[in-house]
């Protein structure tokens, strides 16, 4: 039987699932800071629980804070006292929001079952092989830290009886060398599935901060999504206006730039990654492009079809453009996707993020797919 401090930590956690998934699109909406901790958990804060407290009767009954008066009228005390700036400073600490550990798999599994996602079907027949050793069975050699110390005593045991010198009278059990017993280790080799998340971003004058803030948000629920579904996962980061380079998420977040726009620089360095560092016939391939829009020039968003057509999206499990809306923004490169692949293609998911109350929306049409 469970102890009830087992049950009542369980139907807090229960309480706390709740919570988040009843408060989900404010998280993401508000920009909830939800902080990583290590590499499978995170920290999530929650101002909205409430705590037990007493309830008082009847004002009928007396008391202090009963009957006539006015608004700021004293209460138990002198006049003056209790008056908004009067009195010293207080010595203790202010109320705190509570703030509660939820791995990855927890969180992936309240997003999924918000907007009812899919699980992934990964691309391609190939997988990765890893080697896993599992200790199943008992040897008669091995490290002391892999000491099997029930199997010894047991092996101990059946000898002293066998040889008569076990006394029940004083059960005095010694095991010697060749009594020990060792956990060992079968290794085998497993298939697992790995994919590569390449996130693109325009940085060009006319992406503010709010831009890339809603891509910072959207970004974190998609990996959160992507890691639960496989267990290797790889995030490469690409910025560009008139060029491209490969940045580290710090700076992918932060960078503005005042040059004009040219996506396909973008696409190419893309190109370049898959080709030099992930075989297609191995690895499950994400590229993300966010952008308000703008592209220099008819000819460049020619190339980048080009791009998408003859590379990118042969190699991808799937490929998503997210437009941000920005007062600067033309919106011209959504509508040279959308006439070209149209909003059914099987590869190709088009997003258009107005604000950040369409965060969460925006995520269910790049995942909803299940590729």
């Known amino acids: 039987m469970d102890h009830p401090i087992k049950r009542d930590h369980a139907r807090f956690r229960r309480i706390v699932k709740g919570k988040i998934r009843d408060n989900l699109r404010k998280y993401i909406s508000q920009g909830q800071q939800i902080i990583p901790k290590g590499s499978d958990a995170f920290k999530v804060p929650m101002p909205s629980i409430d705590i037990p407290r007493f309830k008082f009767g009847d004002k009928s009954e007396g008391g202090t804070g009963q009957g006539d008066g006015q608004n700021g009228d004293p209460v138990d005390g002198q006049p ?10 207080g010595e203790g600490e202010g109320a705190k929001e509570l703030e509660v550990e939820m791995s990855v798999d927890d969180l992936a599994k309240i997003l999924g079952e918000e907007l009812e996602l899919p699980n992934i079907e990964p691309k391609g027949k190939q997988q990765l092989s890893s080697t896993v050793d599992k200790y199943t069975s008992v040897g008669t050699t091995g ?7 029930k199997r010894t005593y047991k092996e101990a045991l059946k000898r002293q009886i066998s040889m008569g010198v076990y006394d029940p009278m004083n059960p005095k059990v010694v095991p010697i060398r060749k009594d020990f017993r060792f956990r060992a280790a079968d290794t085998k080799i497993e298939m697992e599935n790995s994919a590569v998340v390449i996130y693109m971003m325009d940085v060009s004058g006319s992406m503010g901060e709010e831009q890339k803030e809603i891509v910072r948000t959207e970004s974190f629920w998609i990996n959160l999504w992507l890691k639960s579904q496989y267990k290797d996962i790889e995030i490469r980061y690409i910025i560009h206006d008139a ?12 960078t503005r730039e005042s040059g004009g726009t040219l996506i396909s620089s973008a696409f190419k360095l893309c190109k370049n990654i898959i080709e030099e560092d992930y075989n297609p016939a191995e690895w499950n391939i994400y590229p993300f492009h966010f952008s308000d829009g703008d592209n220099w020039s008819a000819d460049d968003t020619k190339v980048c079809l080009q791009l998408l057509d003859e590379f990118i999206l042969p190699n991808s499990n799937m490929f998503c453009y997210g437009q941000v809306e920005s007062r600067y ?9 959308s006439q070209r692949y149209g909003t059914e293609h099987d590869s190709v998911v088009l997003s258009k993020i107005k604000n950040k109350d369409a965060i969460l929306d925006s995520i269910k049409e790049f995942l909803g797919k299940g590729k």
Request: negative net charge.
């Open 80 to 89: 003056g006292e209790g008056e908004p700036g009067q009195g010293e400073a």
């Open 143 to 149: 490290p002391d830290s892999l000491k099997h110390v």
């Open 243 to 254: 060029t491209a380079k490969e940045v580290e998420e710090d700076v992918f977040f932060r």
């Open 329 to 337: 923004g033309s919106g011209q490169f959504y509508k040279d996707l």
